[in-house]
């Protein structure tokens, strides 16, 4: 088979790496991104000496393919592995967690109650019984766990206080999720997957999708307006320096967050149209503080509860993640905040976000402000998907409804949570079906043609 014309649309991770595996494959791979920059939330910002991971800011220490894929680009000497200190706040005050020994660091931290911490064997054991659903390539096995909210789970079967201070915490802050509507299913998944050490990638976030697209065709500031199937091939139409245009392409992928690659594919019918309209992500305001000193926080993240402060969910302390983040002796704080905030502050100008937030820091971190070198302020409009319960019926149906046939493809963070993983293993799999697509029809092409 000689090699396909191939168009991925979006730049992200999920295209970048659906990208990589095609062109391995003998193909010439065309990417369209409408951003102007590489690897879609895995956006790095560098200035003034600073390094900013403005979307996805950690790997967690279940990303075994993803480490893989770096290594396999020669990217092995770029990942780190952390094992990091957490805290959560309680009464004004960090509780710091070894995270490389949970359960004991748990069972010792005055965080919580001796009645709470009792209650820790049942978390634990239904945790040990779903640990082998808790998978990134079973989305049909968590159907039958996905019954019920974070909240309903915790009250029902712990207490008010551990889903205060590690349930919805742990929802709330690794996935922005309001824990009140998320699935507990994305609890659990998240508990299994919070392995006691981390990764982290030297050259920023965006550097391993930016080496999966070495050797590929990426045209930036290049929005694709639609895709369609036809007789003749995909036919795509996009914007740029000249006006729109339109090629027409051997095959694609669709690299896109679900509702915006509905807009872009509105021939998709069946169960992946149901669940990309069912699908919905949380927008996000996130600021990112480069400090002229480092402060004296050992932690690398602090997950926020509810209780403790309804705004700020997540905080980095982004210098502890790779030496090459911040200057010598100074630092980058990045905060997250509750999807709600979020889009009530959407339009809120840079300085007015930025003053609520070190507000809201100055319990923890004291006044931030005489220490303000550079601050960047990132809104996503598609951060992360809400998992709320029977979202993963859906994701199941439309996985069962992939035509592995189909010379349009999909790939994205969307299933089962957004993540670098997910979307790693995402375009993978996406390439490898349009691959196998190739080759069928193309080999018959090639026979009619004898």
Request: hydrophobic share 40%.
């Amino acid at each position: 088979m000689s090699g396909a014309r191939l168009a991925v649309v979006g730049a992200g991770v999920a295209g970048a790496m659906a990208a990589h595996e095609l062109r391995a494959q003998g193909h010439h791979v065309t990417v369209f991104e409408a951003n102007d920059w590489i690897g879609g939330r895995a956006r790095t910002v560098r200035r003034n000496g600073f390094m900013f991971d403005t979307g996805a800011v950690g790997l967690l220490g279940s990303y075994d393919l993803t480490k893989t894929v770096a290594e396999s680009v020669g990217m092995g000497d770029q990942v780190l592995t952390i094992k990091p200190i957490g805290s959560v706040p309680r009464d004004g005050r960090l509780r710091q967690l070894d995270m490389g020994h949970p359960l004991r660091s748990f069972l010792k931290t005055d965080l919580l109650s001796f009645r709470s911490k009792l209650k820790l064997w049942k978390v634990a054991a239904d945790a040990r019984k779903l640990s082998s659903a808790m998978d990134y390539e079973q989305v049909a096995s968590l159907v039958e766990h996905d019954t019920e909210s974070v909240r309903d789970y915790s009250l029902r079967e712990l207490n008010e206080e551990l889903y205060q201070y590690l349930t919805g915490t742990l929802v709330r802050g690794a996935w922005l999720a309001p824990p009140e509507g998320a699935s507990v299913a994305q609890f659990f998944w998240t508990a299994k997957h919070f392995t006691p050490h981390m990764y982290s990638l030297v050259g920023g976030m965006d550097s391993l999708p930016t080496r999966l697209l070495e050797g590929s065709e990426v045209r930036l500031n290049t929005a694709v307006a639609n895709v369609e199937r036809s007789d003749a091939g995909v036919v795509v139409t996009y914007g740029g320096d000249m006006g729109e245009q339109t090629d027409v392409f051997d095959g694609c992928v669709i690299a896109a967050p679900p509702r915006n690659a509905l807009e872009l594919y509105p021939q998709l019918q069946g169960p992946q149209r149901r669940f990309f309209e069912s699908a919905e992500y949380s927008q996000s305001v996130n600021v990112h503080l480069g400090l002229s000193r480092a402060t004296a926080h050992p932690e690398m993240y602090v997950m926020v509860p509810e209780r403790e402060c309804a705004d700020v969910t997540t905080i980095f302390l982004d210098h502890h993640k790779a030496p090459d983040r911040a200057p010598a002796g100074k630092g980058i704080i990045s905060v997250f905040m509750r999807a709600g905030w979020c889009a009530d502050n959407w339009e809120t100008p840079d300085d007015r976000v930025i003053s609520q937030v070190v507000e809201h820091l100055r319990p923890w971190f004291g006044d931030l402000e005489p220490l303000l070198e550079d601050v960047l302020v990132q809104r996503w409009e598609n951060c992360a998907l809400m998992v709320k319960p029977g979202a993963f019926r859906l994701m199941a149906e439309a996985d069962r409804a992939v035509d592995p046939n189909d010379p349009v493809q999909f790939a994205g963070d969307y299933a089962p949570f957004s993540s670098v993983n997910t979307s790693i293993l995402s375009g993978r799999k996406a390439a490898s079906r349009l691959n196998g697509s190739l080759s069928g029809r193309l080999g018959a092409h090639a026979a009619v043609a004898l």
